[in-house]
């Protein structure tokens, strides 16, 4: 059974320090070629989907908080605010009240809708130190969110057209949900009072599931103050079940932020907020990715896409100019040079990475490459561009498969002592 924060220290993906505190977890440079590579996938999903993006600031007034309805529904989850000059700033809990307010800087007109506003942002959760471990509970959190500010009419639409960016990421990261929970409000003070609402949204996000032909299971309890949501649900090793993604439809901070558009019969209307994130955190993704996969990440994502494996000194000009030319062609190199052991040696050393390079004598002599993919299998020699072509389009397309494509090949452990010898 594979822990994450085991891992994750292992393969110099994540570290804390005491100094900096509990639940603050900072990323290694392995860890953030890993978080980088997802961030750019998702903001290319959503550049594709007609989302544009934003930057807005971790800190606003504490009026912000209060006119969201955080300030008190979800006080207890947020840091206390920090006196500045005769005013109080608060981190925020989440990024809605700051896209809500740049949605409304500008007037909006019922041609503009949808917008879609997405920023990876930082959100705080003033998490008890006892439950913090790893990047699963975490207090500074990294969250690939957005917000559709659309007409009633279009939310559908809009949920549908994100379950299908879910799904789509869920392929490339080759992990598959448990399920669609419809979470709904249960009892207790923390959601907002306004059953015509809740229903109203439950039903546009029931119907949104209907159209995607997705399955779901209603939960009690777990929606969020403001609005019902769709959680996608996935479970680690342990059989530990947790919400990566989820999309909401929100009719209560629309209101509060007093939101409006101009409709096709010239009057003003109420809009419509829709929030969702593909992959729910960062921190929470990898530390999934990193568990399901057992530290081998699809090629795609892999802190070090091809290990370069000279076989004596002899070849290393050749694996130099082999790095430059993964280099050139955006693939994460490393030279694993003889000073580090022998063939075999270095093999098991680098049995996480998708591909390893290996050059004999015979290979460099004709610019060829002996490929062993992280399977243990090994293919016959062949020119070193095909290779790198090859693996740049597995990829460029955010493949989950090794070689083939597909869903396949992303076996660990099974590279032996007998199957370490150079082919060709
Ligand atoms: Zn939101």
Request: proline share 7%; hydrophobic share 40%; net charge neutral.
């Amino acid at each position: 059974m594979h822990d994450h924060r085991r891992l994750g220290r292992e393969l110099n993906l994540f570290d804390t320090d005491p100094l900096i505190g509990a639940g603050l977890p900072y990323w290694l440079p392995d860890g953030a070629a890993v978080r980088h590579t997802l961030e750019e996938y998702i903001r290319c999903e959503e550049r594709r989907a007609g989302y544009r993006h934003v930057y807005s600031p971790v800190l606003g007034k504490r009026e912000l908080y209060e006119l969201s309805g955080h300030w008190d529904h979800y006080r207890d989850d947020m840091f206390p605010p920090m006196d500045l000059g005769g005013e109080q700033v608060v981190l925020r809990p989440s990024l809605c009240p700051h896209h809500a307010l740049i949605h409304r800087s500008r007037p909006h007109s019922h041609r503009d809708l949808p917008v879609r506003m997405a920023e990876p942002g930082g959100m705080y959760r003033s998490e008890l130190s006892g439950v913090l471990g790893g990047l699963t509970r975490v207090r500074a959190i990294h969250l690939n969110d957005a917000h559709i500010f659309c007409t009633l009419d279009q939310v559908v639409g809009e949920v549908r057209d994100a379950l299908g960016m879910i799904g789509r990421a869920y392929r490339a990261m080759g992990i598959t949900p448990t399920r669609y929970r419809l979470s709904l409000p249960g009892p207790g003070g923390k959601y907002v009072a306004a059953p015509g609402k809740w229903e109203r949204a439950t039903a546009l996000l029931t119907e949104a599931l209907d159209e995607a032909g997705l399955p779901r299971e209603v939960a009690e309890g777990e929606a969020a103050f403001y609005g019902p949501k769709i959680d996608v649900q996935v479970t680690d090793a342990a059989g530990r079940e947790s919400t990566l993604s989820t999309v909401q439809v929100d009719l209560h901070q629309p209101e509060r932020f007093d939101l409006r558009h101009i409709g096709a019969d010239g009057a003003k209307h109420r809009t419509v907020m829709v929030h969702r994130s593909v992959i729910g955190s960062v921190e929470r993704a990898v530390a999934h990715l990193v568990e399901h996969h057992g530290g081998a990440l699809p090629a795609w994502l892999a802190p070090l896409q091809v290990a370069i494996l000279p076989v004596t000194a002899a070849e290393l000009p050749v694996a130099e100019a082999l790095a430059r030319r993964c280099l050139d062609a955006d693939l994460r190199a490393e030279i694993i040079g003889p000073e580090r052991g022998s063939l075999g040696a270095r093999v098991r050393r680098v049995r996480l990475v998708p591909y390893q390079a290996i050059i004999g004598p015979g290979e460099a002599a004709d610019d060829r490459v002996a490929p062993r993919l992280r399977d243990g299998r090994r293919l016959p020699a062949m020119p070193a561009g095909e290779l790198l072509a090859r693996i740049g389009a597995l990829v460029g397309a955010h493949s989950p498969g090794l070689w083939d494509g597909g869903n396949g090949g992303n076996g660990v452990g099974k590279v032996t002592e007998g199957a370490t010898g150079v082919s060709g």
